[in-house]
């Protein structure tokens, strides 16, 4: 495990929740709209979950999809998105994508990637998305209403992780785990690469602000063996009219540490997990605004822009279920409760 994992293992959680939601374990929800939390499950236990959260009666629904469709999800599940009704979760161990409908929480058909596995997943059209496969570098294209393959092998850099689309054209995080510094720019006409913007070491995760700027979490370069030789990590941000760095945002190593992960709402504002907690810093400004926005760190989170409320995941020891946390705009808790193992990523249906 990362420096990073360690350290959010052993932090104290800061508050207590106002309210307890009810647990409502192997119950179906009729409900489409909420909080999806895909749970990744521990690495080769395929115990997998997705579960989903309603605020407004602070009801968790567990297990989902097992209690809808009679099996597990699956052996990691890293990522999922919503489109046209549908959830689209990748399951990286399984080398799959499994679609399900919203309303019924039923399987609507599996793409098998076989040997790719699979990481992050983009869709841009009903004819037209991509998913990265994390150990293959490269990135494949698929048409999200028949699964079908369109493009099995599109070359990009080492360790590709989170997508964005913007101004037509399609960005790709090549991590490299710290090893990479490069995001790769696909035309999807035709799906060629016709750029590698170089950036800070280890970009991962990418978004778009709202002055339409490509905002890009780079995580630092980590040396397990000697400290170091670290290199520290920022946000990079790109303007996709010159497909190139413009400004970026610094994140020193003795004062944050290594940034790692990242919500960006449509007011400006972004946050990341640091030394500090979560950190919260202005695309606009291009400047941290709260170091310590709230004093608490995580596996996963996300902002909801009707509100400006912040779900945190944590994992815990990885092992246990994990817990997912809702703090108001002004940072103060509102809830807490239990959900998978290993809560990894936060889905906000409206």
Known sequence: MKKYVLLVCSLILFGCS???????????????????????????????SLSLYIPDSHKVYQNIFETANNRSLGDVANDMILFDNKGYIVVQNSDKVEVVSLETKKSLGVMSLPGKTPN??????????????????SVTAFNPSTLAVLKDSIAVGNNPQSMAYVNGKVYVCNSGYGSDNTVSVINPTNDSVVKAIVTAAGPSEIGVDKNGKVIILCTGYSDWSNSANDTPGNISIVDPAVDSVVQTIP?????????????????????????????KFNTTSGTITAESYIPKNGYTLKVDNDNGEL????????????LMYRYSKQGNLQDSMTVGIIPGTIVIAK
Do not use: C, R, W
């Open 311 to 322: 779900y945190v995941g944590d994992a815990m020891d990885f092992v246990q279920n994990g």
């Open 120 to 137: 992050k997943i983009l869709i841009i059209s009903t004819s037209k998305g991509y998913i990265t496969n994390l150990y293959k570098q």
């Open 251 to 279: 994140f020193s190593l003795s004062q944050y540490g290594h940034p790692m992960k990242m919500s960006l709402s449509t007011s400006g504002d972004g946050f990341t997990f640091t030394n500090k907690g979560i950190t």
């Open 18 to 48: 106002k309210e307890s939601p009810a647990d409502s374990s192997n119950e179906l929800p009729a409900n489409t709209k909420g909080v999806f939390i895909l749970n990744e499950g521990g690495f080769g236990k395929v115990n997998a």
